[in-house]
């Protein structure tokens, strides 16, 4: 193997043993790419840089004073600068950056098993939850009347899940949302769901949806023309604003990498 080949692996393990040695685990905030060592080791290069101005600096505050306020941790994912930075110096000091949402429920809170609770009792024990989780810095936002059994199973599976830490301002909200309607909780009760048309529609005859919502709701076969005639209508909006913003630019993005550009085909309805 020629030197030039081998460089980027020297390159790699040397960057990685400066992490090592300072104690960080990059796998916390750091997505790696195996396949093209020349874009790991400059995000590498990028990231350490960055340890070591702040380090110099000292602080959030004194770094964005001298280095710029458009100045923010590479970390990833990258979900918005004081998020970023949250979770930057949480991994200075060897703190988690992720957690499940039940980790961070009120330590006086108590989940009970959907199994356990009496039909009588589910909507104040929903309340109950929906108000720990807003206690812990999250949000529920789903579509109304879905019955409260099937919420707040939902919910019990979506704060069993690891979320990156965003930090007192406020944290990730729930909306239940797949884009998957024949398989959405929700959609009897969504306007999206209730608009579109599935190859699962046409194969049932009628709208499909999951077996937990058998014993709440069922759909008519008459449902099915319904959704083929508004996702018909859906469709020819679409190819109207297709023809009319052919060629059109959405515009520029900025990443941790740079100032990108979408291009022709790139461009965008929403």
């Known amino acids: 193997m020629a030197k030039h080949d081998i460089e980027p692996y020297r390159r790699n393990l040397a960057i ?44 959030r505050e ?44 009120p330590e006086t809170f108590t989940i009970k098993n959907p199994a356990d609770i009496p039909e009588a009792e589910m909507e104040a024990e929903l309340e109950k939850l929906l108000v720990a989780v ?13 019955p409260a059994r099937i919420v707040y199973q939902h919910i019990l599976g979506w704060i069993g899940e690891t979320f990156e830490l965003s930090g007192p301002g406020g944290g990730w909200t729930f909306d239940g949302c797949t884009g998957y309607c024949p398989g959405c ?45 508004l996702q018909a209508e859906k469709d020819a909006e679409f190819e109207k604003w297709k023809k009319e913003n052919e060629g059109k630019r959405a515009g520029p993005f900025l990443d941790h990498e740079g100032l990108r550009e979408y291009g022709e085909d790139d461009s965008l309805p929403f």
């Open 16 to 59: 990685k043993l400066e992490f090592d040695l300072m104690g960080l685990d990059l796998a916390e905030v750091f997505e790696f790419t195996p396949l093209d060592l020349d874009l790991e080791n400059r995000r590498l290069d990028h990231l350490l840089d960055f340890v070591k101005k702040f380090r110099q600096y000292g602080s």
């Open 62 to 105: 004194t770094m964005e004073l001298v280095e710029g306020n458009f100045c923010f941790p590479p970390v990833c994912p990258g979900i918005d600068p004081d998020s970023d930075w949250f979770r930057f110096e949480l991994w200075l000091k060897g703190e988690p950056t992720r957690k499940t949402i039940t980790e961070q429920l």
């Open 134 to 146: 807003c206690q812990a810095g999250y949000g529920i936002s789903l579509n109304d009347d879905i």
């Open 185 to 229: 909780f929700q959609r009897p009760w969504c306007e999206t769901g209730n608009g579109c048309c599935w190859p699962e529609d046409e194969e049932a005859g009628k709208m499909h949806l999951t077996g937990e919502l058998k014993g709440y709701v069922s759909a008519s076969p008459q449902s099915l023309a319904i959704l083929s005639k």
